[in-house]
């Protein structure tokens, strides 16, 4: 019997995952990463709810535990750095609705790329530069590489995804601008308690801390604008100053901050966006995880929608049949926990927009009102199937 092939681009969270899943559905996988080598570090994730499902039946429950971060809780100060509300991890997790692992996006990421390395051709520092498809096969070119051919491909290279470019067409044509836009970076500073993340917000614009006990950690900023900004992409240069100028004239740490930020070599700066698709397939082609329906890092679903998403794709997959009804029914079972998680972004609370807002938001956090919140349950009438899959070609899950 011939074995078939899957072509997956993207090797962060979604594609190892589908690329675990499809090879225990029998295919063989390739994975094409523009990195030169497997992520590292990189922000927090959420993995709680479904998402956590997925890493249990993956048998990486353990693995993701032991790389957890610690995070304690977050606390609210004002300019002069006096706390004005706090609310510990499990304030938050009732606020959210379930329990919450974070771990940084190139520890999970990694975790995901070891526990299929062995069974999983992985190139690295390589992209689709052109592909066709016909009822048979999808013709792949590569930047660098030669030619290939493979009987499904899987996009699941981020917000900015080729795959979707090449097939669906440009990134305008579906991405939403969500008002806001963010940058991160990490660096080494004592500012706060260890393990929480401390917050300081102007109405619009809010800056947040997050360090362990040896100072090591992230700072995020986040500010309000009407209108999309005009930027290039690449031109972290441009960027920087956009960020210098919204944040200009704040106190507290910010000065600081800026500085720290715009020195770190892994400074990133983007709009909050979401992807918002009438469709994630095409033929014999789909998309997975931010690629197809990112809910901004304003949701704190990211990990959650990538994971879940390409549990049920591969799981549709493996049940047989053609591809397009596999694709249809894996869109049928996602598709409304990614309009749950599109509809609810955590901006009121992180940036709101006025001073009153600030203070009701600081009050809030830190009254008992806040353990009468049950948040939504994510998985509310979408709870994960359990797949049968037959053809496992994996070797080293564990
Ligand atoms: C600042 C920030 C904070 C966040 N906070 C949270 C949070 O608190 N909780 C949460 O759950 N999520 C959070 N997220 C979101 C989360 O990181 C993403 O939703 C998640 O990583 C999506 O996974 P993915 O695999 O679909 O895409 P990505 O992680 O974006 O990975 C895409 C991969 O494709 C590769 N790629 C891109 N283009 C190409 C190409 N042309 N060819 C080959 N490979 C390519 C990229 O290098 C990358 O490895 C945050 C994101 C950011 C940026």
């Known amino acids: ?51 956590l499902s997925v890493i249990g039946r993956m048998g990486l429950s353990a693995a993701v535990r032991t790389k957890s971060v610690v995070t304690k809780g977050m606390r609210f100060v004002d300019r002069d750095d006096r706390q004005r509300g706090r609310i510990d991890k499990a304030g938050m997790e009732r606020m959210v609705g379930s329990e919450d692992v974070e771990i940084t996006r190139g520890d999970l990421a990694s975790i995901l790329y070891e526990a299929t390395r062995n069974d ?54 579906f991405s939403v601008f969500k008002n806001h836009y963010f940058a991160t970076a990490g660096a080494d500073f004592f500012i706060g308690e260890p393990y929480w993340t401390t917050n300081y917000s102007e109405p619009g614009k809010s800056v947040s801390v997050f360090r362990d006990e040896n100072g090591r950690g992230q700072v995020n900023f986040i500010f309000r604008s009407q209108q999309p900004l005009v930027y290039e992409f690449r031109d972290t240069a441009g960027q920087k100053r956009l960020l210098r100028k919204a944040f200009a004239g704040l106190g507290w740490h910010v000065p600081a901050l800026l500085d720290a930020a715009e020195a770190a070599p892994d400074f990133y700066f ?73 509809a ?31 948040g939504p349950q994510s998985d509310k009438g979408a709870r994960l199937k359990e797949y049968a899959f037959p053809g496992d070609r994996l070797t080293s899950a564990e």
């Open 270 to 342: 983007d709009a909050i966006g979401q992807m918002q698709m009438p469709s994630w397939s095409n033929g014999r082609i789909a998309l997975v995880g931010d690629a197809a329906y990112c809910a901004s890092p304003a949701s704190g679903a990211g990990a959650l929608l990538a994971l879940t998403g390409a549990y049920r794709l591969a799981g549709e997959l493996a049940a047989g049949g053609d591809f397009e009804a596999a694709f249809a029914r894996y869109e049928a079972a996602q598709r409304p926990l990614v309009a749950r998680k599109q």
């Open 120 to 173: 999983v051709e992985y190139v690295f520092g390589d992209t689709i530069k052109a592909l066709a498809q016909d009822h048979s096969e999808v013709d792949v070119m590569f930047a660098h590489g030669p030619p290939r051919r493979f009987d499904l491909l899987v996009g699941a290279d981020g917000f900015h995804s080729n795959v979707r470019r090449l097939v669906f067409g440009p990134e305008e044509r």
């Open 344 to 374: 609810n972004l955590f901006t009121g609370i992180s940036v709101p927009r006025t001073r009153l807002a600030i203070a009701a938001r600081n009050l809030f956090v830190s009254s008992p009102l806040v353990r009468l919140v049950s």
């Open 1 to 51: 019997m011939l074995i078939p092939k899957a072509l997956v681009s993207g090797a962060s969270l979604a594609g190892p995952v589908v690329a675990f899943w499809l090879l225990r559905a029998g295919f063989e996988v390739t994975v094409v990463e523009q990195a030169p080598g497997p992520r590292r570090g990189g922000n927090g994730v959420d993995i709680r709810a479904e998402a």
